[in-house]
């Protein structure tokens, strides 16, 4: 994250404020709950949070694999006092121990991951709900009580979501009985130029947001991929499990049904 | 005359009925009306309105980007015109555009209580309220009042909110060459028959969809013999503008075409990437000039250039800026009146690092929607006077 939104360069003389704004608007609290003001004081807070390879190897030398470290530049840091959310404070740390401590942060995720796993727009009481076991257990306590609550399995919450390009295409290996892909030879080529044309680069989202999701997913072009991809499918109909991919699944032909495109 | 006079005079002439003639009867505009086309190009990250439109006569412009200002003599002189400022070199092809009076240039355009935030400010300006209650799209709330599915398109694989209404959404086709069904016969016949049996929830969503992508395939099909008259730039965004050049030539029938081009964020190392897609831009524009003259539609048709925000004056410690809030607008066609439609930047009177908006987005919108022959109050839910460039 220090890379991608340029807080690697980030000096007191002149503070960039890309990874201070994403990580109150994306990441934590959300909008509406700081002001520019607060933007350009973490920002200040955040100077100097930058990254090395091991042993200082320089970039243009070093194995394209080799991983970056954290590291903290205090000839970059702006050593003053900020006022962050209405309190005093110097350290990048610090403005991440409000941003914890703020309620608004388990809401604002809490709400991100029902949308991603149950419907578009959940509840408010089971978005405080989720927060609370959020803030209690962290990621994996609040999956496991969403997994295993009553609720995730109810019939008003099953085909609500409509299938990324990624869940769309594993979901039709996985009915197929693929077990393995390569993206390395031509037909991989091919398969990612589906997935480009599907809206979903694996890693490579449009923007620092992340992918809108939704019917958008399924605007005319998007659209017209995910069929055309059913061309090779066509004649696989006695090695096709379709029960583990959509509901109302008779033959082959059941993949242009809506329920195909749904979760 | 300075510039409000001028666009007080243009108002009061529309609103006698007289003055410039063929422009402003009411039978000369209703010829007009359906040829009229809006294109509209979304330049998504925030384009810094400094180093496009240049001030190189101001010594602060340099003080203040010691690193990243557009060097002196490579600055593309406007001209008095300009209010001798200058456009970034990489716009050159646009140069013979703005000299023949078809580019005008909106400097500062933004909204009261300006938002910082790429998604937020999309936003506003996608629904045209500042406010953020409103949630369909601007094009949006026009197409609703349309017929024709088709009456607006977009270039591209998602259709923004900007045309998004309630009842209807602009078809989204990425490519007029690539967009066909390449099914065996059983699988196409299938999709037709689940495309018109009625379901409900978000199954019946999804079949609306099925049902626009079936129309669309039939209408877009028919373009496919359709060349271009001129030659563009080999890139996504050249290839975006043939393709609506052809939609134009073939007879879509699409009063407004809107295309998005990202990569405007120049937090970093701002100086090579705003040079490479600025070239996009005008490279692509200009071959657009030259497709629509070549079939003669240049005089119908008006292109729209705007970002959700400008940047920061000063630069970063990265070679770059951060986000600001009133930028650069461009607006080009034979049939408009070119010129600059604002002044100077004040360099000096910032709002938090930022210059402030002089000219609110939504009166260029209204132009917009004049050009088309919509009615802006409508569409806007306020009045908001048009500029004189039409």
Redesign the interface.
């Known amino acids: 994250m220090l890379l991608y939104?340029?807080n690697a360069?980030?000096?007191k003389?002149?503070?960039?404020?890309?990874w201070a704004?994403e990580l109150l608007?994306l990441y934590t609290v959300g909008?509406g709950h700081y002001t520019?003001?607060d933007i350009?004081e973490a920002a200040r807070a955040f100077t100097g949070w930058t990254v090395r390879l091991p042993g200082n190897q320089r970039p243009r030398e070093a194995s394209a694999n080799l991983a970056f470290e954290y590291v903290f530049n205090r000839n970059w840091h702006d050593p003053g006092e900020k006022t962050f959310l209405g309190k005093r404070v110097k350290s990048g740390d610090e403005v991440l121990e409000i941003l914890i401590a703020h309620p608004k942060t388990y809401e604002f995720v809490a709400r991100k991951l029902l949308r991603f796993y149950l419907c578009p727009e959940p509840p408010a009481a089971l978005v405080q709900q989720g927060a609370r076991v959020f803030r209690g257990e962290g990621t994996r306590g609040f999956l496991r009580w969403l997994f295993t609550s009553e609720v995730f399995y109810s019939p008003e919450y099953r085909?609500?979501?409509?299938k990324s390009p990624l869940e769309y295409l594993v979901g039709l290996w996985y009915a197929a009985g693929v077990e393995k892909v390569s993206f390395e030879e031509r037909s991989g080529r091919a398969l990612y130029q589906s997935l480009a044309?599907m809206?979903q680069v694996p890693f490579d989202p449009?923007?620092?947001?992340g992918w809108?999701g939704g019917?958008?997913w399924?605007?005319?072009?998007?659209?017209?991929t995910r069929?055309?991809l059913?061309?090779g499918f066509?004649g696989r109909e006695g090695r096709l499990d379709l029960e583990v991919f959509m509901d109302n699944a008779g033959g082959v032909?059941s993949?242009?049904?809506?329920?195909a495109?749904?979760l | 005359m300075n510039r409000r006079e001028f666009i007080h005079k243009s108002l009061l002439t529309l609103a006698l009925g007289q003055g410039a003639p063929s422009l402003l009867s009411k039978t000369a505009l209703a010829a007009r009306s359906k040829d009229k086309i809006l294109v509209v190009i979304n330049l998504f990250g925030g384009n810094d309105q400094l180093n496009t439109l240049v001030p190189y006569r101001n010594e602060l412009y340099y003080r203040l980007r010691p690193n990243i200002a557009i060097p002196r003599q490579e600055v593309l002189d406007l001209g008095a015109d300009g209010a001798h400022l200058g456009l970034h070199p990489a716009l050159r092809p646009l140069m013979q555009v703005w000299n023949n009076g078809e580019l005008a240039l909106i400097p500062q355009v933004g909204y009261p209580n300006p938002n910082r935030s790429h998604f937020i400010s999309t936003s506003i300006w996608h629904t045209a309220d500042p406010s953020q209650r409103q949630e369909t799209g601007w094009l949006g709330r026009w197409g609703d009042l349309q017929d024709d599915p088709f009456c607006e398109t977009f270039l591209g694989r998602a259709t923004p909110q900007a045309q998004i209404g309630k009842r209807h959404t602009a078809p989204a086709i990425s490519s007029i060459d690539t967009f066909s069904i390449r099914l065996p016969r059983p699988f196409e016949e299938a999709f037709n028959q689940e495309a018109l049996r009625l379901r409900s929830g978000t199954a019946e969503e999804v079949r609306q969809a099925m049902r626009s992508l079936r129309s669309a395939l039939d209408k877009v099909g028919q373009l496919r013999q359709v060349k271009n008259q001129a030659q563009y730039p080999e890139n996504a965004f050249g290839r975006s503008m043939a393709d609506i050049a052809r939609m134009i030539a073939g007879g879509l029938g699409s009063s407004v075409y809107y295309t998005t081009l990202g990569g405007w964020d120049t937090h970093a190392g701002q100086p090579p990437r705003q040079a490479e897609l600025l070239g996009y831009v005008a490279q692509a524009m200009a071959a657009f000039r030259a497709d629509l003259r070549a079939i003669g539609r240049d005089r119908d048709v008006m292109v729209m250039v705007f970002s959700e925000f400008g940047r920061q004056v000063a630069e970063n410690a990265s070679f770059g800026t951060d986000h600001g809030e009133g930028g650069l607008m461009l607006v080009m066609g034979s049939g408009i009146r070119g010129g600059l439609y604002g002044s100077e930047p004040d360099l000096e009177n910032l709002e938090l690092n930022a210059l402030k908006y002089q000219t609110d987005f939504r009166n260029v919108y209204a132009t917009a929607l004049r050009w088309i022959a919509a009615d802006p109050r409508q569409v806007l839910g306020g009045d908001f006077q048009a500029l004189g460039l039409i």
């Open positions: 939104l340029n360069q980030s000096r003389e002149h503070p960039n404020q890309n704004r608007e909008p520019e003001q350009l085909n609500a979501l409509v044309a809206g449009p923007s620092v947001a809108d019917m958008a399924l605007a005319e072009s998007p659209f017209l069929l055309n059913l061309a066509a032909l993949l242009v049904k809506p329920e495109q749904l």
